[in-house]
């Protein structure tokens, strides 16, 4: 067990041309479980091969614990590392699979080694299956023993390169849940890779999000999905995403009021609201979670008047999709069900609204829910 500090960490491929990670800070405590999320592409695996030290860090430095291990050789290293294409041997038997590292790495007896492997297959619920086969498995099996093979190993980190991705969705969901238990029973400092963000969400103490080899935002999955630092991050966190409006704010005496260019949406907001944003005059975008919109009851002020587009209903609740923008979703309760085409009066909180610079797409103002009202 031991922490994991990654600094201004950096990966070019083809001589400079492609920047796979580019400076990255992460500081991630001992027994932790972090969960790397991002886009295709935006340096997941790249990260996690250099830690694993099976790529070499362009710039940057590497810490296990205490030490700099940079330029230190894979088999030196005490990770394990998990993949998704569960890399067994196919000709050796799932005890020689699992004990393998083992006999490379340590001067364990047989015996010894026996007993490593078959304590590690009883965790993963394997153990009848030690003299199998690879190709004799279900994909689920093949996964717990690459897992068994990396928990025998009792490394100072567990390494995971989307683990989950070729398994079904219900053994999906049953393998995160065996994966959190075991990291949480060994308490070894995990770095676990995936493009869902579910799973991101639902595995991690705290979760990276990555784009273009560039760290966006590391944080609890709370705090990320409550508090996102950018636009990008408010939309890749949370499904169906945030929805989005590109707005222009003015200040009509002590309120704001958000247009959009074609004059379709318009909202006004308090003073609380323009004291949160500091610099009103300007272009924003606002994001607002689809959790956070409701039907309007009668009268009220907060109120946007829209069409129903789409009605998906996914069994607790309601899809709605609004003509208020692109792509604008409205998850509401299942009672709730108007027919395409119908008018719809919906409303938010002002605190609800999430409000990110036009240009640069960071957040504006302060993070902390603000009170008030909000009026359409
Ligand atoms: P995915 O989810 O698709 O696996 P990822 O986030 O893990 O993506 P990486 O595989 O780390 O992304 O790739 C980051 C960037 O580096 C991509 O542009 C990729 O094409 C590039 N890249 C990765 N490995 C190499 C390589 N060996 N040679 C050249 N370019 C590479």
Known sequence: MAKLRLESLRKEFDRGKIVAVDGLDLDIEDGEF??????????KTTTLRMIA?????????????DEDVTNVHAKNRDVAMVFQNYALYPHKTVEENMGFGLRMSTDLSKQERHERVYEAAEMMGIEDLLSDKPDELSGGQKQRVALGRAIVREPDIFLFDEPLSNL?????????TEIQRIQQE???????????QEEAMTMGD?????????????GAPTAV??????????????????????????REGEDVVLTDDDGSFSCRLSAAFADRIEDVDGKFTIGIRPEDIFPASEGGTNVLTTTVEVVEPIGSDNYLYLDASEDFIARVDSDVEPAPGDT???TFAEDDIHVFDGESGRVVGETEKVAGRASV
């Open 186 to 196: 060994l308490g070894i400092t995990s770095v676990y890779v995936t493009h869902d």
């Open 206 to 218: 705290r979760i990276v999000i990555l784009r273009d080899g560039e760290l966006q935002q590391m």
């Open 225 to 250: 999905y409550d508090r996102p630092t950018n636009r990008f991050v408010g939309g890749f966190i949370g499904s169906p995403s945030m929805n989005f409006i590109d707005v222009r704010a003015t």
């Open 344 to 346: 719809i009066r919906v």
């Open 34 to 43: 972090v969960t790397l999320v991002g886009p295709s592409g935006c340096g």
């Open 53 to 65: 030290g099976l790529e070499n860090a362009t710039d940057g430095r590497i810490y296990i614990g």
């Open 168 to 176: 079904d969705a219900k053994l999906r969901t049953t393998m995160r």
